[in-house]
């Protein structure tokens, strides 16, 4: 029997390599722990670049790129509760 923690590694998502991909590629790199956050943040900084030109897109863009690491962290963080119930539903534990 596979333990929870093995499990959770095999089907969650690493904390790490989320906050990782998130100070590299700002909002794309979401897509690892929620697409649906990736999209969310991707639109949010395009609006905020569009909507507020020149020195003001630059902040909305750097602002929408801080905010991505810790909903990054929080997605990842979600996606490992979730598999820690499903091992409690699949074992009974």
Known sequence: MISKQ????????SRTV????TIF???IGLIYSSWKGAVAM??????LSVSTAGIGGVIGAFIA?????PVGDHCAEKANMKAEAEYRIRTGR
Do not use: Q, R, T
Not at 6 to 13: A, F, I, M, T
Not at 18 to 21: A, G, W, Y
Not at 65 to 69: D, R
């Open 18 to 21: 989320s906050l990782i991909l």
């Open 25 to 27: 590629f700002g909002p």
């Open 6 to 13: 093995e499990y959770v590694k095999l089907n969650g998502k």
């Open 65 to 69: 790129w801080l905010v991505s690491m």
């Open 42 to 47: 991707i639109l949010v900084l395009v609006g």
